[in-house]
């Protein structure tokens, strides 16, 4: 089940036509965290990797 945030960083990230890898590459995060952001309830991202 995945949260408001987690539907838009997925949109947003289809949209570029980013993958997980991709975005995690960009933002300096693992595949598993861009994953934990758009699936899980509730995500915790910190303020730093929004910001990316």
Not at 21 to 30: F, G, H, M, Q, W
């Amino acid at each position: 089940m995945s949260t408001p945030l987690g539907e838009k960083i997925r949109t947003l990230r289809k949209a570029k036509g980013y993958t997980l890898e991709k975005l995690a590459e960009l933002s300096e995060s693992s595949k598993s965290y861009i994953w934990e952001l758009e699936n899980k309830n509730p995500p915790r991202p910190s303020g730093e990797k929004i910001a990316k």
